[in-house]
């Protein structure tokens, strides 16, 4: 079993910055893809980036493109999001998962396990 917390979340202006973290407790991941996703109210959760297992190639939603910057520590056991510039649109609850695999995925279906997620607020 794999649990992961994330933890960061909060209210920010719109142009400010957060930084979430998850973390995973049980098997370690150092040899799984992560991904993280976002769900805001009313709508389907939704893609935002993703990681291998090395943390040599990332993959980002073309909306959070060039302002979010996905990275890992193995030996921390913790993947993370720097989100910079954020903006109103980026309100949700963001969710860490891990893949199966090592290499990465965009979709849901490819991820086995999820955390509980933590709520990003961009107000205007």
């Known amino acids: 079993q794999v649990q992961l917390v994330e933890s960061g979340g909060g209210l920010v202006q719109a142009g400010g910055s957060l930084r979430l973290s998850c973390a995973a407790s049980g098997r370690t991941f150092g040899s799984n893809a992560l991904g993280w996703f976002r769900q805001a109210p009313g709508k389907d959760r939704e893609f935002v980036a993703t990681?291998?297992?090395?943390?040599?190639?990332?993959n980002y939603a073309d909306s959070v493109k060039g302002r979010f910057t996905i990275s890992r520590d193995n030996a921390k056991n913790t993947v993370y999001l720097q989100m910079n510039s954020l903006k109103p649109d980026d309100t949700a609850v963001y969710y860490c998962?891990?893949?199966?695999?090592?290499?990465?995925?965009?979709?849901?279906?490819?991820?086995?396990?999820w955390g509980q997620g933590t709520q990003v607020t961009v107000s205007s």
């Open positions: 998962a891990r893949r199966r695999s090592a290499s990465v995925a965009t979709t849901r279906d490819n991820y086995d396990y």
């Open positions: 990681i291998n297992w090395s943390g040599t190639y990332t």
